[in-house]
């Protein structure tokens, strides 16, 4: 393809496919979306400790290694069910 006497070698070349102005928009969106997913990424702080607090009687904190301590209680057979009721 020619344009203004001289061939097009590439398809970025040509005005004719890509203008300036939709060159610059492409540039800015590209750029926003990869500054977006940069700062969108954060970093989680892993723990071990729940803290139990709120309306209770008494506050509570214990870690994970705790749970062994803890009696284990039978609860039995449960019916569960999915919020329509079904089970």
């Not at 702080?45 to 214990?62: A, C, P």
Request: glycine share 10%; net charge negative; hydrophobic share 40%.
């Amino acid at each position: 393809m020619i344009y203004g006497g001289t061939p097009c070698t590439g398809f970025f070349e040509c005005p004719s496919f890509i203008n300036g102005q939709l060159m610059k928009n492409l540039v800015l969106v590209l750029g926003m979306l990869l500054s977006l997913s940069a700062t969108g990424q954060r970093a989680i702080n892993h723990t071990d400790t729940l803290l139990i607090t709120g309306d209770v009687k008494r506050e509570f904190t214990f870690t994970l290694h705790d749970l062994d301590t803890f009696a284990i209680k039978d609860i039995g057979d449960i019916v569960m069910s999915n919020q329509r009721g079904e089970i």
